[in-house]
């Protein structure tokens, strides 16, 4: 035996219908918000191996030019 509730069948499925929309909407935004916190730290990790690739390049060539030995 059910109990009836007294909530039409209709209700009962607009109820889920907007729990299930809330719940996918707040999932969008949670991914949202964590993509958005990895963007920084990836331009940061591209900023810094430009950078390092340039103090390379110069550190070899200040090398070259104080090695004796080097023509």
Do not use: Y
Request: proline share 6%.
């Amino acid at each position: 035996m059910t109990k009836d509730l007294g909530v039409a069948p209709e209700t009962l499925r607009r109820w889920c219908n907007q729990a299930d929309a809330t719940v996918t909407a707040e999932t969008r935004q949670s991914a949202q918000e964590a993509m958005s916190e990895l963007r920084k730290p990836r331009r940061e990790v591209a900023e810094l191996r430009r950078a390092n690739e340039i103090l390379t390049t110069a550190s070899a060539f200040f090398e070259a030019r104080l090695d004796p030995t080097h023509p």
